[in-house]
């Protein structure tokens, strides 16, 4: 690997955000095609899918910290519609946006959820259940795409967050074993059709082989998080530790995995990871030619928090999404989006879009202990704040609660 080389904190900062899309100034007059959605997503390789809905969803929240204002009816059309879809439901980390050209990289995990049955829903069937099982299916078959709605039931409670009725478990287990995909969902509720009538036939589905696919998924965190730890990199996809850690040796043994030096904030050296791809972005950061320029903010659950402890490794910074955290713990709220600027993370806020009167609520706006309100920070804010209004067709602001009081002040008047 040679000799490892110390970057500055600012230059491991830019290229964590570069590679994440999160580094180009706001345009005020901007274009977002369906590619370059699509292109988003591709470069951070899936976005989480959320039920939260405080504002927008957390998958339309991601692009809008990267490409700004855009219509979320477009994001849908890529995953839904026939004619544009390319990119689909799955689970990636967790359930994910991901992208079509990834798609056989999800097969050796339905195979083996198939060849073992321990690791699926089926292992909560009987007989009965697993007849069930079959008789969904055929459902579908004949009469088309279906909704969990769609079936009757009114036995008793089953318990935990399994608390389904008998035929969303059966469509869940045939959608997690590639029986079944999302074709659609309306009201946010999922639309279960057959993977034969909504795969498109360009898709490739020859599946890797299991160290293949985990190889192609440790080369992709890399690559979308710039630069990270070992264990953050694991954390990026659907991994089981034990067996992607000799991949990752391989990948550092060939060289396509580097070792650099970040020299922190107390001075000392701490060793990262970074994509042989990624090198010369990292030396561009390093002498300037790369700068984050940004001020956005970013979902709790966002991709960038995807290397677990890297917020504060890199910028002091911990973010948590409190939203299940019991309310009288809560430091921050429910659901805080975390402030972008640059390359710091200055605060957070908590918002709540109310879609009656189009008001959008901060129930409580926090820059962080040494960050100061200055011009330059309060007019990057309101810029960010007046796209995200759009981006929610809010019509107005109301801050309940600001920390420091005259960062809201002059907020309130630089919107």
């Known amino acids: 690997m040679g000799t490892a ?27 977002c095609t369906l590619s370059t959605i699509q292109n988003a997503v591709e470069r951070l390789g899936c976005v989480q899918i959320d039920t939260l809905n405080l504002v927008r969803r957390s998958h339309y929240l991601v692009l809008w910290s990267r490409l700004g204002a855009y219509n979320p009816t477009d994001f849908d059309s890529l995953i839904y519609s ?34 073992d049955p321990s690791e699926g829903f089926l292992k909560w069937f009987d007989q009965e259940g697993r007849e069930l099982i079959s ?24 318990g935990s967050w399994w608390d389904w009725k008998p035929a969303k478990t059966a469509l869940e287990y045939l959608f997690a074993f590639g029986d079944l995909m999302i074709a659609n969902r309306i009201n946010f509720q999922r639309v279960y059709d057959l993977t034969e009538r909504v795969l498109p036939a360009w898709v490739d589905t020859n599946a890797p082989s299991m160290v293949e696919r985990d190889r192609y ?3 992709q965190a890399a690559l979308t998080l710039g630069i990270c730890q070992p ?35 107390d001075g000392n050296l701490q060793t990262y990871l970074v994509h042989r791809d990624n090198l010369d972005l990292l030396k561009q950061a390093a002498d300037g030619t790369i700068r984050a320029e940004r001020t956005t903010f970013l979902s ?8 677990p402890g890297r917020d504060m490794q890199l910028w002091g910074f911990r973010q948590k999404l409190e939203a299940y955290t019991p309310a009288a713990q809560r430091i921050w709220g429910y659901f805080c989006l975390p402030i972008l600027h640059g390359d710091q993370l200055v605060g957070r806020f908590d918002p709540k879009l109310e879609r009656k009167t189009g008001i959008l609520r901060i129930k409580a706006l926090y820059l962080e ?21 759009a981006f929610h067709h809010a019509k107005e602001l109301e801050i309940e609660k600001s920390k420091p009081v005259e960062f809201g002040e002059k907020l309130m008047r630089g919107l």
Do not use: C
Request: charged share 25%; proline share 7%; aromatic share 10%.
């Open 217 to 219: 998924w440790i080369e």
């Open 82 to 115: 026939p004619e544009q879809r390319v990119l689909f439901e799955g689970w990636q980390r967790v359930a994910s946006i991901i992208p079509l050209k990834d798609y056989r990289y999800q097969l050796p995990r339905m195979q083996r959820m198939r060849q």
């Open 300 to 307: 709790p659950l966002d991709n960038l928090w995807w290397a």
């Open 5 to 31: 080389i110390a970057y500055p904190l600012s230059a491991a900062r830019t290229l964590a955000l570069h590679t994440q899309g999160l580094t180009t100034p706001y345009q005020v007059k901007h274009t």
């Open 369 to 389: 202990e040494e960050v100061e309100p200055d011009e330059e920070l309060v007019e990057g804010v309101a810029t960010a704040m007046r796209d995200f209004m």
């Open 135 to 158: 008789d969904v299916l055929e459902r579908v078959r004949i009469n088309g795409a279906v909704r969990a709605a769609d079936f009757e039931y009114h036995g008793p409670r089953r």
């Open 231 to 265: 264990n953050q990199l694991i954390g990026y996809n659907y991994f089981q530790r034990g067996p992607v850690r000799p991949v990752m040796e391989v990948l550092i043994k060939e060289g396509v995995l580097l070792s650099v030096e970040v020299r922190l904030v």
